[in-house]
């Protein structure tokens, strides 16, 4: 292609030069570390470009302050061959078939990791960073310590990843993830479980309420009841199939007849039960069942569907008819240290059985020493 004409400008080392379509391309001379460069600044149009703006990219090319083209160039070819902790994260996501907690790691991502790590390899990370972050969810943001121990867990999984996949080196130190008391169990008393019932009732949205009975009447986790398909009920048997639920095999809980009644009242509309968008999987229901929560004034840190299945736990291990092991089975839980929080509650229960048996006795004793009263007499 033949060269085209040059035209210099009032700027020393700026010129330009007209395009086919008669717009000005502005080029920069200047020398660095004894080497003569020439290089575009951009276009009059395409880059709002002008020659006063080419002579200060020029100074700051000859200052350092601003890396050459070249430079730019091979800086963007490193990083597309380095594994960042961005490139990790979607590599991560993307050999992942089933991942249950996606859209909360992605939020966790974007939201508390991304800004600090993105463009940095595992190697690169220093503990520093890592207490800056955590910090900065904690006092800054507010957050719960929860929320800090999934976010830096998250951070691990994802560098431990690239390292098991041989993409990356080792990170050089151990995150230390926060210890969380997380065995929090919730309840209702009579009266506010009755405020729920009628809040329920008159509420307008078509599956808040309902999802808020099925986690009362069967203990299901939020995340079962939005994977939750017709096909995974069986009304003639009286069990509801459990597909991929929090410990990973495919459970098996019963059906009792509230439940029956519930779940024949929902028009089926979708292959889920509690469909999403265009019948799709539902992600989230957070801000309809809360304002249940609100119109029936429980407490604000009571869980408006995860605290329901504590109240469903708590009401059979209160009632002294259900042995912890048959809660486990019936809460899914793969540890029974969880289904241990429970414990106090069925003690309590055999605790007032062994008061009706001393009362029993008691009565017993005090007719008999009646009858002999009165026989001595």
Same mark, same amino acid.
């Given at each position: 292609? @033949?060269?085209?004409? $040059? ?24 020398? /660095?570390?004894?080497?003569?460069? !020439?290089?575009?600044?951009? =276009? ?15 100074? !700051? *090319? ?31 996501k993307g050999t992942k078939t089933e991942y249950k907690g996606k859209?909360?790691?992605?939020? $966790? ?6 800004t600090t790590f993105q463009n940095k390899e595992p190697k690169d990370?220093?503990? #520093? &960073?890592?207490?800056?972050?955590? #910090? ?6 507010? #957050?719960? @310590?929860?929320?800090? /121990? ?13 390292? *098991?996949?041989? %993409? ?15 065995? /929090? ?11 729920? %019932? ?6 307008? =949205? ?27 009920? &069986? ?21 009792? &007849? ?44 009571? $869980? ?19 042995? %912890? ?5 019936? %809460?899914?839980?793969? &540890?029974?240290?969880?289904?241990m929080r429970y414990a106090h509650l069925r003690d309590e229960a ?21 009858? /002999? ?5």
């Open positions: 292609m @033949p060269s085209k004409d $040059r035209f210099k400008t009032k700027y020393p080392g700026v010129f330009y030069v007209l395009s086919d379509e008669g717009e000005k391309l502005f080029r920069i001379r200047y020398r /660095k570390d004894g080497k003569l460069i !020439e290089e575009n600044a951009g =276009h009059q149009i395409k880059n709002d470009m002008t020659s006063a703006k080419a002579a200060n990219i020029r100074v !700051e *090319r000859i200052k350092g302050h601003k890396p050459t083209n070249t430079e730019k160039r091979a800086s963007l070819r490193a990083i597309k061959t380095r594994w960042t902790i961005d490139k990790l994260w979607e590599e991560y859209t909360q790691d992605e939020n $966790r991502y974007k939201n508390h990791l991304q990370i220093v503990p #520093l &960073d890592v207490d800056r972050v955590r #910090l900065a969810m904690l006092n800054k943001k507010k #957050l719960s @310590p929860q929320t800090v /121990k999934l976010t830096l867990s998250l951070l691990r999984r994802i560098c431990n990843f690239g390292y *098991r996949k041989r %993409l990356c080196g080792p990170l050089p130190f151990s995150i230390e993830i926060p210890k969380v008391n997380n065995l /929090k169990t919730e309840d209702l008393t009579t009266e506010q479980l009755t405020a729920l %019932l009628k809040a329920i009732e008159t509420d307008k =949205h078509p599956q808040a309420g309902n999802m808020m009975l099925l986690a009362l009447y069967t203990g299901m986790r939020r995340g079962e009841m939005f994977r939750l398909k017709w096909e995974h009920i &069986d009304f003639k048997k009286g069990f509801i199939n459990l597909v991929n639920p929090k410990g990973g095999k495919d459970q098996q809980i019963p059906m009792n &007849d509230a439940t029956r009644q519930l779940l024949k009242s929902i028009e089926e509309t979708s292959e889920h039960v509690f469909p999403g968008r265009k019948g799709k999987q539902r992600v989230e229901i957070h801000r309809a069942v809360n304002e249940i929560k609100d119109a029936a004034d429980l407490p604000k840190d009571f $869980r408006a569907l995860h605290g329901l299945r504590h109240v469903y736990a708590s009401m059979l291990a209160s009632s002294g008819q259900v042995d %912890l092991l048959t809660l486990q089975r019936l %809460l899914t839980h793969k &540890d029974p240290k969880m289904t055999l605790k007032r059985g062994a008061d009706i048996a001393g009362e029993i006795i008691g009565n017993a004793l005090s007719s008999s020493e009646g009858e /002999k009263k009165e026989s001595n007499s």
